[in-house]
């Protein structure tokens, strides 16, 4: 069967928060359609993880073989990660948009599982592009929320869209393919009209779509 790894990076609470909204709701519909499938969820915004440091870096970079073993034990939380993340065949991200950007749990989380040797290798005798992914197959579903609009391709806020492409820049380590993600995203939440509550449900309805298109890949044959 396959595994299902959710993140939820809001520091929302549950009630409040719109992308725990699509994340539960992913969540369910994909068990309905692939049930027995394992489920690993990560609340990075409720119990975020330290910052990488220079201990992290150092241990990081020096070969297995030849760490101490006050290294092991600072990349053990790393390693937990990213053995999550191997496991997993979906990946949804809830992540609320702050400050046009994601929120800084969720980029700690990558930090913590961009790892070389274990996500990445490098090797400079590939010339200008050294790192290549270790990881792939992965389908990666970004389920988010915006106070304001227009931030998709062409609208009228697209160039302060610094989330977006942050995730696509970052989707090798994960081992998904940035032309291949699926992002669905609620707008107009600072605006509380009609605008936003048809935002709501469409993004609710892609998100039922997107779960059952994954649960059951053979419909997208």
Not at 46 to 64: K, L
Not at 71 to 92: C, F, G, W
Not at 198 to 207: F, G, W
């Amino acid at each position: 069967m396959a595994t299902l790894l959710r993140i939820d990076a809001s520091a929302q609470s549950e009630e409040r928060s719109l992308t725990r909204n699509l994340t539960g709701l992913f969540e369910e519909n994909f068990l309905k359609h692939a049930p027995g499938s394992d489920v690993i969820v990560r609340d990075v915004g409720h119990n975020p993880f330290p910052a990488i440091d220079q201990q992290f870096i150092h241990a990081a970079f020096t070969p297995f073989k030849e760490r101490e073993t006050w290294m092991h034990e600072r990349l053990k939380l790393s390693d937990q990660l990213i053995d999550e993340l191997d496991r997993a065949d979906v990946i949804t991200l809830g992540v609320p948009m702050y400050n046009y950007g994601i929120p800084a749990p969720l980029k700690c989380w990558i930090d913590h599982v961009a790892r070389i040797d274990r996500t990445f290798s490098f090797d400079l005798s590939r010339g200008d592009y050294p790192i290549e992914p270790i990881l792939s197959g992965k389908k990666l579903v970004v389920l988010s929320s915006r106070g304001e609009f227009g931030f998709h391709a062409g609208g009228v806020r697209s160039h302060m869209n610094a989330l977006d492409p942050a995730i696509a820049a970052c989707a090798h380590y994960l081992g998904a393919n940035a032309a291949e993600i699926q992002t669905v995203a609620i707008e107009y939440q600072e605006f509380k009209d009609t605008r936003h509550q048809r935002s709501v449900e469409l993004a609710e309805k892609a998100t039922r779509e997107i779960a059952m298109q994954l649960a059951l890949p053979k419909l997208a044959a």
